[in-house]
């Protein structure tokens, strides 16, 4: 299983970014993926997941700022991110894994990839 996510960059606040995701597995398309961030000293943070059906669900304070969606003709999940704050900077990983009833995602494995860097400056 491969995941890279690409699309991350420096950005002033307020602006907009589309992060995408790209899986090597072959069973993307039966998979619920989520979007995680990760900032130096900090936990991982789930953001939002998107299940295999396309049933969307968001966390904190990312909700009604950013989008998730999934092309499983591509084998991609995408990140829509706009409002963007300081405090948005972190590295973005995406994951496949499977989301629960309340919200609860539970990653297939402990596999990450690299993430992208996003940089918001005020």
């Known amino acids: 299983v491969q995941l890279q996510a690409s699309g991350g960059g420096w950005v002033h606040a307020g602006e907009s970014l589309r992060l995408s995701c790209t899986a090597s597995f072959s069973g993307f398309s039966n998979s619920d993926m989520a979007w995680y961030r990760q900032a130096p000293e900090n936990q991982r943070e789930l953001l939002a997941t998107?299940?295999?059906?396309?049933?969307?669900e968001y966390r904190g304070s990312v909700k009604g700022r950013f989008t998730i969606s999934r092309d499983n003709d591509r084998n991609t999940v995408y990140l829509q991110m706009s409002s963007l704050k300081p405090e948005d900077t972190s590295i973005y990983y995406c994951?496949?894994?499977?989301?629960?009833?309340?919200?609860?995602?539970?990653?297939?494995?402990?596999?990450w990839g690299q993430g992208t860097q996003v940089t918001v400056s005020s």
């Open positions: 994951k496949d894994g499977q989301v629960f009833r309340g919200g609860t995602f539970l990653p297939r494995d402990n596999y």
């Open positions: 998107v299940t295999k059906d396309g049933a969307t």
